[in-house]
Every structure is written in structure tokens, then in C-alpha cells.
């Protein structure tokens, strides 16, 4: 391709220079930017159009969608949108599974309400969080394990004696059989290390944060040092499954028996528990690092903060993302804790996620209320309805130059009712009840778990069987279109014809035949572009 006298983007320096040297003197309200002061890449060539005077960039694709609005009834195009449109609902999840959130940011949402501050109780009674201690302490190099278990002892021995105060250390228990954290462990899998079998006297070969990585290795490590804590008279114990409850339950009994509490951890999961179910006549704090220094985080200064909405605070933080649940695509935690706060009315639909003996129509429905808030359309009545309003928002809001993101959309109503019962189930866990995971968001994949994304079809029949390929070997492998998109071959492709791979469906009498099926070539090529 060769660019002609408009391409400039060798020039993007001097233009930028060129511009500065405009602005220089001139208040804010004084300066103006000319669309011929831009610089223009060699994609205007192949994706530009004239528009008065001017040359703008565009995507195809952006101004296909924009056609399909203007030509399409209301009624054939909010179709679409009870589906995904994708082979997985892409706002909630990823190439590997859950989208993951920022849990930073809940804490800096607090941090806004209720400032931390580094006034240490008196007579402090430590409870650490096992997770962050195996981290936070820095192995020495070289050393055997029994040195390392030392550095450990003398840490947690130290930092109490420094505060004039006690602890005790909980850890993370590891054990087999399936986990709803099975999702995140595979996504630690990606960067793990190999089993390490070691004894006391084993000098160690490894780095921390890999040895770290593997969970049998942090499993053999926990026994060493729990033998060694408490034989330094450090009460230390090992949870039966993840530490974050037990951490905050123990710190909540200390406080029910006179002590101050203080939990060591950076967690934000142990902070939204000590906030949600630390009794308010009662007081526990969390000591952390923020910047480089420690500061100190009370349960009750956050439930002042918070008023109503702290018993809530679980319910959001799975809702916007933990190791269970799915992150929704750009959706910020400030924007559904100001929800939160502003309305008693939606505090109240919300309030069925705290309840034990909740139905699943009662948390699908409360689910898709508090979506509905969060994306901003509370009155379209349904997320599959509200799916359509906001795809016709974007695309007539988006420049031309930008691509549709399909993951900005809300996920449809069958996706979100799934996310919402892994969100009840991970509350519920939360407050010591033991629920069932098959039967909330859901299933059992070789002795792992795993969630169900959706119960529904990518996109209607008529429209999947126009996504074909044209693979010379028996469709085996992710080369195959059809395998790719999560779809059965089928007789529109072009050498196996659906019959003759191991990716073909298996035949049913009611098949709808090829011919019968594309009898409207031009309505189903429009179809097919929707979903691309």
C-alpha cells in the first residue's frame, strides 16, 4: 500500500511541536484545534471517507453496525440481544475464565469515606492472615528450610513484641476434592513452579515467588511452620479451606472476650468481612501498608461511613469481582457502592443476597435489578432489552474511527441470573453457610468446578449455521472455525459438510435443512455481520 500527500504520521513529531507552538500564550478557552492540524496514518487510505473538505478514518465495521440500526425494524433487532452473540457472555468473562476486578479499588473507595489512620490500640492480640505472612517475610538466601521457618517464628515474635502485643497466624488450608476457587488455581497454574518435596535440613533452590506458586508446596511449608510457631508459643492453626472468614471470626471472638483485635493482612477480602460481620457494638481493626506505610482500618468507622450499606458490602464486592465471581466490564465499585448508599429502595431488593434460605427466581430477579442500576437503565424493564438500548446508544455516540466492543455491553439475562447465584453462593460462604455449588452457578468438569456461563446458544440457529469452515483435515484442533467459536459443523462448510469430522452434530430428526434455512440471503448476511 502507498500512502499519497495527505499521509503524515512519519511527521507526528513535528506536527505535535507545530501545535504546542499554537497553544503557547493562548488561555484554554482561546485555543482551537484544526482537523486538517492532524496527523493522518496509512490505514486512511484503505478506511477513510470525504466529508465536506476533510479526510475522517473509519471502520467498516463501525458504520455497518450504524446501517443495521437505520434499516432494521426496532422489533428484528432487539432479537439479537437475548444472546450473547459470542461463544462466552465477554463482559463477565475471558479468554481464560472470570474477568478479573481491580480489589484495590474497593479499598480506595473506603479509604474516601472513612481515612485510615496508624494509631495503634493498646495491647494489641494480632490475628495474622497466613497468606500475606508466607509472602510479606523475605526468605534469606541462602538457607535451609528450617532457617526459613526461623525468619518466620522471629517476624511474627518481634512485630508483637514491637506493638507491646500477641498473635496468632492462620493459614490457608489446601485440600482436595473441588473448589470454587478451582477457576482461579488454574489461572495460577499458568506462572506455577513443580512440586518441591523438602526436608528442614534442604537448602533451597528456588525463588520465593515461585516456590510460593505451587499450592503443594505451600501446603508443606504450613506444616513446617505451623509445628514451629507453636512451639514458639505462637497459637497458629491451619483453616479447613480458604483463611478470610476464619481470620475475621477468631479477631471477632477476641473482641467478644475483651482484646483488641487487630488482623495483619492485605486482603480486601478480609476488610468487606471485618466491616460486614463485626457486630457494632463490638470494634475490630486491620493493619495494612498503604504507600508504604502501615495504616490501621476500623470495622467500625467503616460501618459509620457506610450506614445501611455496610451489611451489604459483601454482596457488592462478589458482585463486582472476587476469586469466585466475574468482574463486570468496566463497571467501577465506587459506581455501585454510590448506588448502594443513595437508595434504600435497591438496598432493600439486594437484601435477599444475606438471606440463607433465598430462592433462585428471588436472586435472579434482585441480580438483575441491581445490573439494570449498575449499567445505568433501571426502567428497560429486562438486561436482554437493556442489551439493545445501549448497543444503539454507542453506535450512534461512537466516533467512526472506533470499534464496537461487545464485552461494554451488559451480559444478557440468562448470564447475569448465573453470575448472580455465584455471587449468593460466595455471600453465603462468606457468613458460615454451606450451600450446594451445582445448584448455584455451577458444574462438575473432571473432579473440578466450574461456572456455568450461560444456558442459552451464542445467537439463534438461523444465524450460527451461517459461521462455517473450510478445514481440509477432520476438525480436531481450534483451526477449525466452527470449533473455535464453540459451534458444531455443519452443512454449510465447506469439505466436511457437517457430517464427515469429529466437530458434527449429532443428527436429529427435526434438522432444519440448509437450503430450507437460507431462504433470505440478504436478511441472514445481515444477521451474520450483527454478530462479527
Keep these: 500500500m502507498a500512502g499519497d500527500q495527505r499521509i503524515n504520521c512519519e511527521l507526528a513529531l513535528e506536527v505535535g511541536h507545530e501545535l504546542v507552538r499554537k497553544m503557547a500564550g493562548k488561555t484554554f478557552g482561546e485555543v482551537t484545534l484544526k482537523r486538517n492540524d492532524r496527523v493522518l496514518p496509512l490505514a486512511v487510505m484503505n478506511s477513510s471517507i470525504n466529508i465536506g473538505s476533510s479526510v475522517e478514518p473509519i471502520n467498516e465495521s463501525q458504520l455497518f453496525h450504524r ?10 433487532l432487539a432479537l439479537f440481544f437475548n444472546y450473547e452473540l459470542a461463544p462466552r457472555p465477554t463482559s463477565l468473562f475471558d479468554e481464560i475464565c472470570f474477568r478479573k476486578s481491580n480489589k484495590a479499588a474497593l479499598i480506595k473507595v473506603l479509604d474516601q469515606l472513612a481515612a485510615p489512620h496508624n494509631t495503634m490500640p493498646n495491647l494489641p492480640t494480632f490475628v495474622f492472615d497466613g497468606g500475606h505472612l508466607l509472602h510479606h517475610v523475605v526468605w534469606p538466601r541462602p538457607a535451609t528450610f528450617a532457617e526459613i521457618a526461623n525468619a518466620y517464628v522471629s517476624f511474627v515474635s518481634n512485630f508483637s513484641k514491637r506493638h507491646n502485643g500477641t498473635a496468632c497466624v492462620v493459614f490457608d488450608g489446601y485440600v482436595s476434592g473441588p473448589s470454587t476457587k478451582d477457576p482461579e488455581h488454574v489461572r495460577r497454574a499458568l506462572r506455577t513452579s513443580a512440586d518441591y518435596v523438602f526436608e528442614e535440613t534442604t537448602v533451597t533452590s528456588t525463588s520465593q515467588a515461585l516456590f510460593l506458586s505451587n499450592s503443594a508446596n505451600k501446603q508443606r511449608l504450613i506444616s513446617l511452620l505451623v509445628t514451629r510457631l507453636s512451639a514458639a508459643g505462637i497459637h497458629a492453626f491451619q483453616a479447613e479451606g480458604d483463611a478470610d472468614r476464619p481470620v475475621v471470626v477468631k479477631a471477632i471472638s477476641l473482641a467478644e472476650q475483651g482484646h483488641n483485635a487487630v488482623i495483619v493482612g492485605e486482603d480486601t477480602d478480609l476488610i468487606a468481612l471485618m466491616t460486614a460481620l463485626t457486630p457494632r457494638d463490638l470494634s475490630v481493626s486491620i493493619l495494612s501498608s498503604s504507600g508504604g506505610s502501615e495504616v490501621i482500618r476500623g470495622s467500625r468507622d467503616l460501618q459509620v461511613a457506610l450506614g445501611p450499606s455496610a451489611e451489604l458490602l459483601l454482596f457488592l464486592h462478589a458482585m463486582k469481582g472476587c476469586d469466585t465471581t466475574s468482574a463486570p466490564y468496566k463497571r467501577s465499585v465506587k459506581n455501585g457502592l454510590t448506588k448502594l448508599i443513595n437508595s434504600a429502595a435497591l438496598r432493600e431488593i439486594v437484601q435477599v443476597f444475606n438471606s440463607p434460605n433465598a430462592t433462585q427466581d428471588a436472586i435472579a430477579a434482585a441480580g438483575e435489578k441491581f445490573f439494570l442500576q449498575l449499567y445505568g437503565l433501571p426502567d428497560a424493564g429486562t438486561l436482554n432489552k437493556a442489551r439493545y438500548v445501549m448497543y444503539k446508544r454507542i453506535i450512534s455516540r461512537q466516533p467512526f474511527y472506533s470499534k464496537f466492543d461487545l464485552a461494554s455491553l451488559p451480559p444478557t439475562t440468562d448470564a447475569a441470573r ?65 470449533r473455535r467459536s464453540g459451534l458444531k459443523c455443519s452443512s454449510l462448510c465447506g469439505h466436511c459438510l457437517g457430517t464427515s469430522c469429529k466437530n458434527a452434530a449429532a443428527p436429529t430428526d427435526g434438522e432444519v435443512d440448509a437450503e430450507e434455512a437460507v431462504d433470505d440471503p440478504e436478511q441472514i448476511l445481515s444477521e451474520c455481520a450483527l454478530a462479527f
Excluded at 446501517?67 to 428484528?76: A, G, I, R, T, Y
Design 67 to 76: 446501517m443495521l440500526v437505520l434499516n432494521l425494524s426496532d422489533d428484528e
Design 418 to 482: 448465573l453470575h448472580s447465584f455465584r455471587v449468593y453462593h460466595q455471600v453465603q460462604a462468606w457468613r458460615g453457610v454451606d450451600l450446594t455449588p451445582m445448584e448455584w452457578g455451577w458444574k462438575l468438569v473432571a473432579d473440578k468446578l466450574q461456572p456455568i456461563q450461560t444456558t442459552e446458544p451464542p445467537a439463534p440457529t438461523r444465524l450460527l449455521k451461517l459461521i462455517l469452515c473450510n478445514c481440509k483435515g477432520d476438525c480436531s484442533t481450534n483451526n477449525c472455525e466452527c
